[in-house]
Structures are given as C-alpha cells and as structure tokens.
C-alpha cells in the first residue's frame, strides 16, 4: 500500500506540475524528415501556437536572435554538403536560428548542440562563434494565418526548399 500511495502522489505531483498527465503540451515536439535518392534532410522543433496572440514583432522580437521555435533548440540535420543561396552547409547536425524582421530573416546554422533553446533569463543559448552559416531571406505575407509554427521542405517544383512559417509569416531557404 505504501508504494502504491508513493506513486499516487508522485503522478498527483507531476499532474499538478506540468498540467495535467492527459493533456497537450502547448508546443508539441515534431520532426520533420526529408528523403530523395540518397539525400536525407531532418528538423526537430518544438511548435508554438498562435492562440489569439501577437507574434512577430511581440511575442518574438524583432531583429533579436530566436530559437525558432519553443522549448528545445531547433536542429537540422543534411547527410550531405548543401548549397544554400551560394553558401556551403557541410554534411552534419546544426541547431537552427533565426532573427526575424519585418521584412527578411536572418536563418543561421551554428554547430554547436544546446541542451535547451534558452537559458534561465530567457535569453537564445546561441554562441555566434559556432555559426556557419548566416543568409537573409525575405518574408512572404499570407493572407491567411497559420496557427501553430510549422517547418517543412517542399519540393513541389523540383526546387527544393525549407520553409517556416507562423501567423502571417512564412520564409522560404532554398537547397540545393
């Protein structure tokens, strides 16, 4: 009886903690994979939801570092080099950041691993000594929001590209 009442409060606790033990997290965790001959391309991200709230240029900053997503830092992962607006990404596993603007982003790949997104101040954990890669890309207004922050590639025109977008917001990073 003892263990049994030992467990029973540990999940009350953890209930209690983290909002219950059933329910949706509020920026569940997604991978995104990507597979065409030999190539395989990989993102991990947590996805925030609108929820009736100002994104960009409130909720994320403007022209300030963002983990590009919540909780966790974003990685992407490419088993082979990329050419990305005529920059070279070698083969391997990044962490993804993004500066958004109001009418380009920055999109940075730094190879370092973060254990989190951010640290305990709510500042990006980034080292910008380890990114490699850092292009601008403009936006792309949507005349329709999209809820819940969503990255993908598309290859629907045999023009392969990574594509993030949230609210009103969506920038779209050629490969090749």
């Known amino acids: 009886m003892l263990i049994l009442a030992v467990v029973a409060f540990g ?3 953890y209930s209690y903690t983290n909002g219950g033990i059933f329910s949706k997290p509020l920026s569940p965790k997604d991978t995104v994979e990507f597979k065409l001959n030999d190539l395989e391309l990989e993102v991990f991200y947590n996805r925030p939801s609108k929820r009736e709230r100002d994104i960009f240029g409130a909720l994320v900053a403007y022209n300030k570092v963002w983990r590009t997503g919540a909780n966790e830092a974003t990685t992407f992962k490419t088993n082979k080099p990329l050419n990305i607006l005529g920059n070279s ?9 993004t500066i958004p603007g109001e009418h380009t982003w920055h999109v940075i790949f730094n190879s370092k691993q ?3 997104g951010v640290n305990e101040a709510m500042e990006p954990m980034r080292l910008p000594e380890f990114d490699v890669l850092y292009v601008e890309i ?3 207004e949507l005349q329709n929001p999209v809820e819940q922050f969503t990255i993908a590639f598309d290859n629907s025109t045999d023009n392969l590209s990574l594509t993030m977008a949230w609210d009103t917001t969506k920038i779209v990073v050629p490969l090749k």
């Open 114 to 116: 973060y254990p989190w």
């Open 138 to 140: 403009p936006i792309i």
């Open 89 to 97: 990404l070698n083969a391997g596993k990044y962490t993804l950041w």
């Open 11 to 13: 999940l009350f606790v």
